[in-house]
């Protein structure tokens, strides 16, 4: 069954507003959440590491004041994209790492689809 | 610099027949191999996970791992239509960090 679950699967919205996606751990409390983008045809893109109780830690060319992380609890990581531009029209996906014996399994969450007109 | 090395594709079989998927890794100390299944439009599934030298089998997925030579594979015996889809194989290394080949697109004919 999933693991991780994310909020909207789908969302439009406009040019200048701000869309908040979520992403859940359904079963185990998770420290780490990991979130990429996707644009079509095209690689995952590894944005920032979400950890529950301090900052995010952004890759290089991520705009942190524009895509707002905030791990609040162990089962919830949150990504905010503000002022958001046609540009930022991508696929969302968290991924979260799960601890089984002594190795980690790693699943994604089903991803947000974000349309900015 | 972490790289994955995967053929890009197409790679095309007849339903029935084996498919084989390859990668090779750069980073010697990389300990955990994943196999991802990826929809069009879909995110990645997790399909196989490996950490050790030798085959893993699970169903009609088999993933081999060979660290000397760096190299990690997944066949699919019996390819159905349904398989057809983008492979990404993910290496870990450090503190969960997943490196990703650029993937391989499975067409299986029917």
């Known amino acids: 069954g999933a693991v991780v679950s994310q909020h909207p699967s789908r969302v439009i919205c406009k040019s200048g507003t701000s869309v908040k996606i979520e992403c859940r751990s359904l079963d185990f409390q998770a420290t780490t959440m990991f979130w990429y983008r996707q644009f079509p045809k095209k690689s995952l893109m590894l944005m920032a590491t979400?950890?529950?109780?301090?900052?995010?830690?952004?890759e290089q060319g991520v705009e942190k004041d524009k895509f707002l992380i905030n791990h609040a609890s162990l089962t919830l990581s949150t990504l905010t994209v503000t002022s958001a531009h046609p540009e930022d029209s991508s696929f969302y996906i968290c991924?979260?790492?799960?601890?089984?014996?002594?190795?980690?399994?790693?699943?994604f969450g089903p991803g947000t689809r974000l349309t900015v007109t | 610099q972490k790289e994955v090395e995967q053929n890009s594709g197409p790679l095309s079989v007849p339903e029935g027949a084996i498919a084989s998927l390859n990668c090779t890794y750069s980073?010697?100390?990389?300990?955990?191999f994943f196999w991802y299944r990826q929809y069009s439009g879909k995110s990645p599934e997790l399909i196989m996970s490996?950490?050790?030298?030798g085959d893993k089998e699970d169903g009609r997925f088999t993933a081999q791992l060979n660290k000397a030579s760096q190299y990690v594979s997944l066949l699919i015996r019996d390819s159905q239509p349904s398989d057809s889809a983008t492979y990404l194989c993910a290496v870990r290394a450090g503190a969960n960090n997943l490196f990703f080949g650029t993937g391989t697109r499975l067409t299986v004919i029917p």
């Open positions: 979400s950890n529950e109780g301090s900052k995010a830690t952004y």
């Open positions: 490996i950490y050790s030298n």
């Open positions: 991924r979260r790492p799960v601890a089984i014996l002594r190795n980690y399994e790693q699943y």
């Open positions: 980073d010697r100390v990389s300990q955990s």
